[in-house]
């Protein structure tokens, strides 16, 4: 009888008073986890900001107050003047994007073209292949530097193509030891998609490049882009592999010249900080700008 009563009657009509009550509970429940992330994204923000508003000030604001005292702030831009001009940071700005860029696009291609040979292609050994892959996940970059590098000059002193004289040293060393990175993680995501599609494509007669080209690309893009901007921006701030592999000082990055800089001016922070702002700049704006894909990819998989 009281089921048909509650049938007869309907369901209940949400007032709007009753919709604001619930909205504002579910504000107050989720109040502490909101309070905590801005906890967090300001303790994090903070070492930029402070840097960022140094970078701005004259020397002799730095020296007798804090970066947080903003009622003696004083704007300037002579510090980033000084060092885009005076102290080659242009230059090497310059030159930290020849070795990024290419650094990036290399292992990219290399990763993406052996990610789908191991996930849909059939050869001898290929699992054999793909736990070796793995396992060079496990030594440490370190270790082969001196190997590499004594390859690299034999390299030069029997052919003459002066891979330690240019990029193409660092270019090769980046690509190499980004390798079983990336492939193991596009081939974690090439082989979640539809085996469908492939079979659909290749009944059509769609060759292996085509299918690799059309269908499966298109639908990595997230993960892609997500190895992209880790590679770049690992890239970008690197200063061991720049130490090593590029020996040339015109063809110095960021990360050495801010060191030339900390050895040379390590208490004109007005100078370091506006050197330091400028690495960081390209960094932040690729991350935010592509913050979308990186999220999609970092998800990649884990819902077919």
């Known amino acids: ?61 730095i020296q007798s107050s804090g970066w947080w005292d903003l009622g003696r702030f004083r704007f300037t831009l002579e510090n980033y003047e000084s060092v885009l001009q005076a102290q080659g940071m242009l230059s090497a700005f310059i030159n930290t994007l020849w070795i990024s860029i290419p650094s990036t696009i290399l292992p990219l291609l290399l990763c993406c073209m052996a990610a789908y040979a191991f996930s849909w292609l059939r050869f001898p050994f290929r699992d054999t292949l793909f736990l ?46 980004a390798l079983p990175f990336g492939i193991f993680l596009l081939r974690n995501f090439f082989i979640t998609l539809p085996r469908d599609l492939i079979e659909a494509a290749r009944i059509d007669g769609a060759s292996d490049i085509n299918i690799f080209r059309t269908v499966v690309l298109p639908l990595s893009v997230p993960a892609i882009a997500a190895y992209g901007i880790f590679q770049f921006l690992w890239v970008w701030n690197d200063l061991l592999m720049a130490l090593v592999f590029v020996q040339d000082g015109r063809n110095w990055p960021l990360t050495r010249q801010i060191l030339g800089l900390l050895g040379t001016y390590g208490s004109e922070w007005h100078l370091l900080a506006a050197g330091a702002f400028i690495l960081m700049t390209v960094p932040l704006l690729v991350f935010f700008s592509l913050q979308r894909y990186f999220v999609q990819g970092l998800l990649a998989g884990s819902v077919k």
């Open 1 to 61: 009888m009281a089921q048909q009563i509650d049938a007869l009657s309907g369901p209940a009509v949400e007032t709007p008073a009753r919709t604001l009550s619930e909205r504002i509970l579910r504000m107050l429940n989720k109040a502490p986890i909101h309070l905590g992330l801005a906890l967090v994204g300001l303790v994090w923000l903070a070492p930029s900001i402070g840097l960022l508003v140094t970078s701005f000030r004259p020397r002799s604001d």
């Open 132 to 177: 070796l892959v793995i396992t060079l996940l496990m030594i440490p970059v370190q270790v082969a530097f001196i190997p590499v590098l004594t390859l690299f000059r034999i390299l030069d002193e029997t052919t003459g193509v002066g891979l330690l004289r240019g990029y193409g040293a660092i270019w090769l060393a980046h690509t190499a030891f």
